[in-house]
């Protein structure tokens, strides 16, 4: 099974960030048979060893990171095989995607965090929340004015909770590229 790592905040190279390099390293000295770097913006998959779990890598990895690039910022961890599932909902049919800037998922951290009620929109209506599951919260952006709309800092004010966003289209290419008919 392969895990995708989602790090809030993070374009790989960046101070307090790690390179494409430490971060295949990190997950590969911590006991991963397999990791790669997807995208700059700290997306990563891996499938953990044998004889260890997922999580232990994950943990393994993260504590190298912090003590290698000062990494502060959480990680969000799915399986792909979730995350297929995910897009096999098509939670963003039925929208007109000529309004729409970017179709966007946020990572919940916190389980305990009890996720919005829906139907809910800034007051600018440059972010609407469309979807919510127990652990993410789908989303599109639309420009108003100069600048799109952002669903994390939206969410993170509404929430009082850090997450990570990301654009749906990484999370479709991510799961065609590495899910069980992708070859990785």
């Given amino acids: 099974m392969r895990y995708a790592v989602f790090l809030r905040n993070v374009n790989l190279g960046r101070p307090n960030a790690p390179t494409r390099e430490q971060?295949?390293?990190a997950f590969l000295h911590a006991g991963a048979r397999e990791a790669t770097s997807f995208l700059t913006n700290g997306?990563?998959?891996?499938?953990?060893?044998?004889?260890?779990?997922?999580?232990?890598?994950?943990?393994?990895a993260y504590r190298t990171l912090q003590s290698v690039c000062g990494l502060r910022e959480p990680a969000?961890?799915?399986t792909v095989d979730y995350l297929a599932a995910l897009v096999?909902?098509?939670p963003f049919a039925g929208i007109?995607?000529?309004?729409?800037y970017a179709f966007c998922?946020?990572?919940?951290?916190?389980?305990?965090?009890?996720?919005?009620?829906?139907?809910?929109?800034?007051?600018?209506?440059?972010?609407e929340l469309v979807r919510v599951t127990p652990g993410e919260v789908l989303s599109v952006s639309r420009q108003v004015m100069?600048?799109?709309?952002s669903p994390n800092a939206f969410l993170e004010k509404h929430l009082g909770s850090r997450l990570s966003t990301r654009e749906w289209n990484t999370i479709t290419r991510l799961v065609k590229r590495f899910g069980q008919a992708g070859v990785g």
């Fill in 23 to 25: 971060f295949e390293a």
């Fill in 43 to 60: 997306t990563l998959v891996y499938a953990p060893g044998d004889g260890v779990t997922a999580q232990a890598v994950f943990e393994g």
């Fill in 76 to 78: 969000f961890v799915r």
């Fill in 88 to 90: 096999a909902l098509d």
């Fill in 96 to 100: 007109d995607r000529g309004s729409v």
């Fill in 105 to 127: 998922v946020s990572f919940l951290l916190d389980p305990s965090v009890t996720p919005p009620v829906l139907p809910l929109a800034s007051a600018r209506r440059d972010v």
């Fill in 146 to 149: 100069k600048a799109p709309g």
